[in-house]
Structure formats: C-alpha cells, structure tokens
C-alpha cells in the first residue's frame, strides 16, 4: 500500500493543477440543468480531451492514452480541488470496448472520448426497471437490418445524445437474460420519438424514447446475438465505479463550497453546521480511498465486479448526506421558491439510490455475491 | 499510487489471524479464566510485542500499516490480550520518547508490561489535556504499573502503581484506577516527546484503535453472517430473506468504508506530514467509532433474542466496540476536531 504518488504520477498532477489554474468551466450556463449547461458540460469535457486529460484509461487506438485508472482519480481529485466537477467519461463505451468489433471500436469510441458526440443508454423500460432483463423493446431481424419496436424510460440525455446504445430481445424464445442484444444506431434516424419528462425540480434530464419499425444494420450489432446481458453487467459494473462518471470531483467540490459557507455563517448557525460539514469530510473521505482501492485493482487487471456495488452504496450515502446538508443549511429559501439550485441539488441527491440500480438492489448483490448470503 | 495491501501486509493480516485464532477462547464463559500470561508470551515469541521496534532491540522494524493490521487480526479474534493497550500503545509512546533500547527491548521481549494511563472519560492521554479525574490505565490486564504523561514536565512518560481493577463493561479488557502520585520504577523510559512527534504519536494511537474496531466489525459481521445461514423460520434460512441481506449488506458497506480511511491513516502516520496525518487518523477514528456501534448493533440484531443470551458472541463484539469507541475521544470527540483541523485550512 503506497499513497504517494509515482514519479510519473507526479508529473501528471503537476501539470493538471498548472493547467487547471488557467482553465475552468464557463459560468454562462451556471444552475442551468437543461440544454444550455448541457451544452456548457460538453464544452467542458471537449476542453479537458485537448488539454489531455480525459479518457486517460483507455486504449491509445482509440483515443485514449493507455494509462492506469489511477490518472482518472488523480482528475478527479484536482478537478475537484479547482472548484469544478470532471465530466462523466463515457462508462458506455466500455461495453462497445469490451464486446464489439475493432471496427466498432474506431468508429464510435473516439469520438465518445473527445466529446464530440453525446451517447445515451437505452436500457430501463416502463416493465423492466430493477428486473432489467425482462425487457421487451423488440429488434427483430429482416435480411441485414433489426426492426425495433417498443419503448425506453428514464434514457437520460436523449433529448441531446447523438447516438444510442440500446438493450433490446432479439429472441423472445429464449430465457429471458439469454434472449437480449445490444445495437447502436443515430438518435435521428425515422422511427425515433423522444418524450422528454420532466422531472421533480422543474427541467428535464430524462425521456421516454419510443421505436416504430426503427431499422437499424445488423453490422450496429455489439456482440453476438444473446451478448446484451453480460454486456450491461458490465456497463451497470462501470457506471457504478464512480471513476467513470466523475463523481469525487463532484463531492470535493461541494466540500470547498460547504467549508466556504460555513465562514460568512452567523455564529451560532456555524456551531450548528460545521459538525455536519466535517462529517461530510469524513464521509467522502471513505468514499473517495474505497474507490481509489478499486480503481488499484483494476490497474492491477482485476475486473470490476460485485464490489464495485460497494462503491456505489457509499457514493448514494455521500451524495444524499451532501444533498439533505444543502438543504438544511439553505433554510426556507428552497421552501420559498428562491433557491432552486439548493431544490435541484437536494432533489437529484435522492435520485443516486435508484439509478445505475437501486439501493436495495446493491444491497443484495453485496449479500448474495460478497457475503454469500443465498437467495431465497 | 497503489490503494491495496501488498502481498506482504495481506500474509501478515492471515498469520496473525492464525495465530489469534489459536489462542482465542472457545466460548464466551472462558473469558473469565483465561490465561493472558500465556497469551502474552505467544505474542513475544511470535515478535509481534516488538513488531514495531527497532531490529537491534529484537523488534521487527514494522510500518504503522503492519501495527493496524496485526491489532485488527488479533481483535478479529477477540483476544483478550491487552495488544493494543499495554503493546502497541506503550511501544509508540516509548517510541516517541526516545526511550533507551534497554527498555524497548524488555517490551519485545514481554517483560515490560505496562499500560497507558488515560483520563477518566476515557477521551485522551491523562495529562494532555486534563489532570483531573482519577486516570484510567487502559487494557491493563498483567500490568506491573502504567505509563502517563508526566503533567508538570511536558511531554515527558512517568510509570505509576496500579490500583484497584475497575469493572469492565467489555469482556476482552481489564482496566485499573491508576493514582498518579505514586511513581514506581519500571527502568528509563526517555526524554521529553517533541511536539510534532507528539502529534504524529496521537495519531498513531487513534488509527490502531481504529483498527480494532475494524477486526470488531469484521468478526462481528462474519459470525451473524454464519448465524443466518444456519437459523431456519418460516421453513427456511434467514439468511434468505431481503430484510436480513439489506441488513448485512449495509453493514458491510460501512465496514469497508471504515477499512479504507483506517488503512490510508496508517499510512499517512508513517508517510505524511503530522497535521495531514493527524487529520485522517481523526478521521478514521470518527467513521469506525460510528459503525463499530451501528454495525455491532446490527449483529445483536440478527441474531434475535439469541443476542441477548450472555453465551452468545454478540455482545462480546458490541462491548469491545463500544470501548473502542471511546477511547481517545468517541466520534462527537473527532467531529468536533475535524472541524477544528479543517477550519484552520481555510
């Protein structure tokens, strides 16, 4: 066990905080959460890939710079540290890294990287949320192209993605984890309706996304045929290790503000919040080195598996202290409508033990798969 | 950056393991007659008294991390050896005080068996901050005297009598009222501690008792874990049932959690400046004292009235997770320096 950082290493954060000291993101879009801090997100992310500092993890050959997750922490640290959050890496690429084809590889993954097309995750249907696999979004296939039928829910993003990455039954014959594939196809082509919903604080992130006789070529097939549950196992795995999605950046920056917050409080209010503030040092602290012992795992070669619900279940506790602490700080401003970020802030705090798999659902995969408590 | 135990740490943590087990009791009853005097020889023989001493003394020149992950095996185990209090706390102490090698040396060897003297509430080293109170010398069982801060010479060590055994509410631990004007002769025991040796010292003692509450929480968990998959209602094993898994599962999660920020401070006392040190090990202290209660309630709770039966390992687990949790300042205690710690930063 060693914390220092390598020589290598090192060099990497040096020039990251040199680098960071002169480049932040616009404040334009700031407490916008629709289209234009959308907008403002990918501008962010594009300036982070040219600067060097994205994607790091990934295979030179596309896009990435063949490096250890360990320099995905070390950016989310010092983002975090700069007062900005690291934008989410394309965690949906893993599955087009880990199952499709070389070709496949080069056309949709740098790009992915770069941030120059925005992807979403056509996995949770209206019948088929914590029991994903009992989809029913049809892709049945006709010569060389699937013709796609049926409906998405809770696809974040749709409403701006470029591109899709979607779970659909391809044999309803079959078991019901046997029977699914995955394709990927342009958000624009015919066939295609996007419902955005809006959701408890007033924008919208999610969408309904429904498919008529999309037709889609069976050469946007990721896998084989029956490929789409090991496929999202390992999406769901990656999107549950918050490297991948930016998440230490997110909570450190938060910190930094709460800390900042607590010096212009009354003095009273202070001796109120400053214990919630350093518990809420404590708590990312736990979040931050259980991560960073997973990410050391998998710079070793161990793939991400069951523990990574571990980090997941620690990220929901860290996001939601994070959230309730904003809200109460805040008073009745939020109460009285005059502080709709604190209302976004608190509200979306709620949403991290439901997506990327429920609390309850992490809950059993850490007994069953970790504990090895059997299933009823 | 590697965030995991070297092959070496990982070896160490399942010798030691071993070596607890085989000298754990068989059952809650035995506590009462166990024999630390053989216990305490096995552990000078295995060098783990001197793990953290000089070689030239018969130490094993081991890390802070090696120190933590030999007290959270041997807690793992529920030993009641006083490791923690009359080893691993005395050998920092005296390590800190430039003690001379004569007297290390009868640490690592088992003849030098004191205790630490803290204050009556249990939150610090009597004579830090506070003098009054009648100090405790904590896990004291087979002491000859206890070590305290001399109150009126700075960061000097002192030896005292001990004097009467208190109760101890945790079945692993004695503990005895020490009076601090009784002075005895235990040999030399160094010079005065430099200030930021003293600070790094803190934080040395609060990530082992850290570690403790990590093999607490760790044995506590596997022996409800067991517990469920062996106790049938409604036809089958709870361990079936959501309600227990979510049960364990949380408890789990805040275990590892704990795991992490006390392994990172056992690293950060041997590797990073004190303050920085001092701050991680604080923040251990505050998580673990946290979850070894919540979690250690937990197993109480699996294992239903069987919990409350005093032949039942349960409460042996919740009671040495309750003292550790006090000792050196409970979880109200490291908030409030945390906040303290990082106000300052600002």
Request: charged share 20%.
């Amino acid at each position: 066990m060693d914390f220092k950082d390598g020589p290598d290493e090192a060099r990497f954060r040096g020039e990251l905080r040199e680098w960071l000291l002169h480049n932040s993101p616009s404040h334009d879009a700031e407490g916008d959460h629709g289209e234009k801090g959308n907008l403002a997100n990918l501008e962010w992310h594009r300036r982070l890939y040219a600067g060097g500092w994205l994607g790091l993890s990934w295979p030179k050959a596309y896009g990435g710079q063949g490096l250890t997750p360990i320099y995905d922490a070390i950016v989310n640290e010092e983002v975090g540290a700069s007062g900005a959050s690291a934008p989410s890496v394309g965690y949906l690429g893993r599955a087009i890294l880990h199952f499709g084809s070389d070709e496949q590889k080069s056309e949709y993954l740098p790009s992915m990287l770069r941030g120059d097309v925005q992807w979403c995750q056509g996995f949770s249907e209206p019948g088929a949320g914590s029991d994903l696999a009992s989809l029913r979004t049809r892709a049945d296939k006709r010569d060389d192209v699937y013709v796609v039928n049926g409906q998405k829910v809770w696809t974040s993003r749709a409403q701006w993605a470029d591109w899709c990455l979607l779970l659909c039954r391809t044999n309803p014959e079959l078991p019901k984890h046997k029977g699914i594939s995955c394709l990927v196809f342009e958000m624009d082509r015919p066939g295609i309706t996007v419902h955005p919903l809006q959701q408890t604080w007033g924008t919208a992130e999610f969408n309904e996304v429904f498919f008529d006789n999309l037709e889609v070529p069976v050469s946007r097939r990721i896998g084989e045929e029956g490929d789409g549950w090991p496929l999202a196992t390992t999406v769901l795995a990656h999107e549950r290790g918050p490297a991948d999605i930016g998440f230490i950046s997110h909570f450190q920056h938060q910190l930094q503000e709460f800390e900042a917050l607590l010096t212009r409080l009354p003095e009273d209010r202070r001796a109120e919040f400053a214990p919630r503030v350093a518990q809420a040092y404590v708590s990312i602290a736990a979040c931050r080195l259980h991560v960073l012992k997973s990410l050391s795992l998998r710079a070793k070669g161990v793939a991400p598996g069951a523990d990574t619900s571990i980090d997941k279940l620690l990220m929901t506790r860290v996001e939601q202290e994070l959230g309730a602490l904003s809200l109460d700080v805040a008073g009745s401003a939020p109460l009285l409508g005059n502080d709709a970020e604190t209302v976004y802030r608190y509200l979306r705090s709620r949403a991290a033990s439901i997506y990327g798999g429920t609390e309850q659902i992490q809950h059993s995969i850490v007994a069953q798969r970790i504990l090895g408590m059997q299933r009823a | 950056m590697d965030a995991t135990l070297t092959e070496s740490e990982e070896l160490l943590r399942e010798t030691v393991r071993r070596i607890g087990a085989d000298l754990a009791v068989g059952s809650v009853g035995e506590f009462d007659e166990y024999d630390d005097a053989r216990g305490w020889k096995s552990l000078a023989e295995t060098g783990l008294l001197g793990l953290r001493l000089p070689e030239s003394v018969g130490g094993g020149a081991g890390t802070t991390l090696d120190e933590a992950i030999t007290v959270e095996a041997l807690a793992y185990n529920s030993l009641p050896v006083p490791y923690l209090g009359s080893a691993a706390f005395v050998g920092e102490l005296l390590l800190a005080a430039n003690a001379p090698e004569e007297t290390l040396a009868r640490l690592a060897s088992g003849d030098l068996r004191c205790s630490l003297g803290l204050t009556n509430d249990l939150s610090d080293l009597w004579g830090h901050s506070s003098t009054s109170g009648t100090p405790i010398a904590f896990d004291s069982a087979g002491s000859s005297a206890a070590i305290v801060l001399d109150a009126d010479n700075g960061y000097r060590l002192r030896a005292v009598a001990l004097g009467d055994k208190v109760n101890s509410f945790d079945l692993t631990r004695q503990n005895h009222e020490i009076d601090p004007s009784k002075s005895v002769d235990v040999g030399p025991l160094g010079g005065e501690i430099d200030p930021d040796v003293f600070v790094r010292t803190i934080a040395r003692l609060l990530t082992l008792v850290s570690a403790d509450l990590i093999g607490v929480m760790d044995a506590g968990l596997a022996t409800a874990v067991e517990y469920a998959a062996t106790r049938e209602q409604f036809g089958v094993p709870i361990a079936t049932f959501q309600a227990m898994q979510h049960l364990c599962a949380a408890q789990l999660v805040s275990l590892e959690g704990g795991r992490s920020l006390t392994e990172y401070a056992a690293w950060a006392v041997d590797q990073d400046d004190a303050n920085e040190a001092l701050l991680a090990a604080r923040a251990a202290k505050a998580y673990c004292s946290r979850a070894g209660r919540t979690v250690t309630e937990a197993v109480v709770q699996v294992h239903g009235g069987m919990g409350f039966t005093w032949d039942c390992m349960a409460h042996v687990f919740l009671k040495r997770a309750l003292t550790d949790a006090k000792i050196l300042g409970d979880h109200a205690v490291q908030i409030s320096e945390i906040a303290n710690l990082r106000g300052g930063s600002n």
